[in-house]
Structure formats: structure tokens, C-alpha cells
């Protein structure tokens, strides 16, 4: 698979990535060589091999899942820096 000039305006586009007119080839190179090296990979045969979620065999850590009280209050807020009426307050992150 290759991609062409169109294709990489059109991806820096949808990824709003702001591409000069100069960098769109070698830009072209980046995209065709991560490809080539895509298309290497799916070469693999990998049908015997099970997936994995880390490259150390090891068992999940498992506890059970029991409702507990979740604790006086007022020790649980003396670790905050600023409280009000009982709750948490934190900086506006939402304009």
C-alpha cells in the first residue's frame, strides 16, 4: 500500500496537524515507510501464538469485590488542602 500526496494533506488534515506544502513528501516517505513495515508485520504467522497482555506470564491479582463503609468522613477530608461543607474542592478545569 502506498499513499499518495492527497492522502497525506487529507490525514494531516483530519489529525489537525498543520502540514507546509514542503513537508507533504517527506511526510509521504514517513507514512509509506510505517506501512512497508506494517505489511512486514502481517507477513508473521503468528496463528499458534495466544494474545497476551504482557510479555511475563502471570496471573491477575484478584480480590472480592465486597461493599464496604467508606470511612469517617472527617479523616478522609483533613488530607485535602481545601474542603467546604464536606466535600472536596478543586480547581475549575471547565471554562
Same mark, same amino acid.
Given at each position: 500500500?502506498?499513499?499518495?500526496?492527497?492522502?497525506?494533506?487529507?490525514?494531516?488534515?483530519?489529525?489537525?496537524?498543520?502540514?507546509?506544502?514542503?513537508?507533504?513528501?517527506?511526510?509521504?516517505?514517513?507514512?509509506?515507510?510505517?506501512?512497508?513495515?506494517?505489511?512486514?508485520? @502481517?507477513?508473521?504467522?503468528?496463528?499458534?501464538?495466544e494474545p497476551m497482555t504482557s510479555v511475563i506470564?502471570?496471573?491477575?491479582?484478584?480480590?472480592?469485590?465486597?461493599?464496604?463503609?467508606?470511612?469517617?468522613?472527617?479523616?478522609?477530608?483533613? @488530607?485535602?488542602?481545601?474542603?467546604?461543607?464536606?466535600?472536596?474542592?478543586?480547581?475549575?478545569?471547565?471554562?
Amino acid at each position: 500500500m502506498s499513499v499518495d500526496q492527497a492522502t497525506v494533506r487529507r490525514i494531516a488534515r483530519l489529525a489537525r496537524i498543520r502540514l507546509d506544502e514542503a513537508d507533504v513528501p517527506q511526510m509521504q516517505g514517513e507514512l509509506n515507510a510505517i506501512l512497508s513495515f506494517v505489511e512486514q508485520l @502481517n507477513e508473521v504467522d503468528v496463528s499458534g501464538v495466544e494474545p497476551m497482555t504482557s510479555v511475563i506470564p502471570m496471573a491477575m491479582k484478584m480480590r472480592d469485590d465486597v461493599v464496604t463503609d467508606c470511612g469517617d468522613v472527617a479523616s478522609i477530608l483533613a @488530607n485535602a488542602p481545601v474542603t467546604e461543607d464536606g466535600f472536596f474542592v478543586v480547581p475549575k478545569v471547565v471554562e
